[in-house]
T-cell receptor
Framework: GDSVTQMEGPVTLSEEAFLTINCTYTATGYPSLFWYVQYPGEGLQLLLKATKADDKGSNKGFEATYRKETTSFHLEKGSVQVSDSAVYFCALSDRGTSGSRLTFGEGTQLTVNP | ETGVTQTPRHLVMGMTNKKSLKCEQHLGHNAMYWYKQSAKKPLELMFVYNFKEQTENNSVPSRFSPECPNSSHLFLHLHTLQPEDSALYLC????????????????FGPGTRLTVL
């Protein structure tokens, strides 16, 4: 079945550091790929997505490129801020006929120190 | 964010209680979902509803009983829960995928933090 593997956390960075959170996936079809972010005490918010190979999703300075050849969707940000501290989830969605079915990674806790 | 709302935000209940979680979406979607988020575990999909019909039950114990009276509302009825059911319960909605079409993004509510004593 489908699966998503994220780099283990927690990740601790200083403000303005470069961020990479690795994500690889296994899927039988052609999934859409997502990054969701969960701030403390809140639900999941969509951060960015890509629906086909070589697409780049971007939002709030975060980027991720859908790499079919390496089955990866790594999240990057050039300069993190304290406000980026949160848990980040990589997910894929298969193309079902009855709603989208998301498979999530385990999440990566990011802490950014001033 | 008012797209998907959930009430209550926090709930404490005993093992013999009966309670219900409510989810409402204002996005015009026609698919709704319940997820369970436990500490140190990936999110677990519990139920999927598509056009008010349940299309997926991910081997969820019968002490969890979902109800979807219309495409905008989703409930999770709880009875005789166990302490291990304590978790964050998340509701989400999306457009239902059409045959051969692309899969749409799921939008999440803030969750209900459930504690079972």
């Amino acid at each position: 079945g489908d699966s998503v593997t994220q780099m283990e956390g927690p990740v601790t960075l200083s403000e303005e550091a470069f961020l990479t959170i690795n994500c690889t996936y296994t899927a039988t079809g052609y999934p859409s790929l997502f990054w969701y972010v969960q701030y403390p005490g809140e639900g999941l918010q969509l951060l960015l997505k890509a629906t086909k190979a070589d697409d780049k999703g971007s939002n709030k300075g975060f980027e991720a490129t859908y790499r079919k050849e390496t089955t990866s969707f790594h999240l990057e940000k050039g300069s993190v801020q304290v406000s980026d501290s949160a848990v980040y989830f990589c997910a894929l969605s298969d193309r079902g006929t009855s709603g989208s079915r998301l498979t999530f990674g385990e999440g990566t806790q990011l802490t950014v120190n001033p | 964010e008012t797209g998907v709302t959930q009430t209550p935000r926090h709930l404490v209940m005993g093992m013999t209680n009966k309670k219900s979680l409510k989810c409402e979406q204002h996005l015009g979607h026609n698919a709704m979902y319940w997820y369970k988020q436990s500490a140190k575990k990936p999110l677990e999909l519990m139920f999927v509803y598509n056009f008010k019909e349940q299309t997926e039950n991910n081997s969820v114990p019968s002490r969890f009983s979902p109800e979807c009276p219309n495409s905008s509302h989703l409930f999770l009825h709880l009875h005789t829960l166990q302490p291990e059911d304590s978790a964050l319960y998340l509701c989400a909605s999306s457009q239902a995928a059409s045959v051969g079409g692309s899969t749409d993004t799921q939008y999440f509510g803030p969750g209900t933090r459930l504690t079972v004593l």
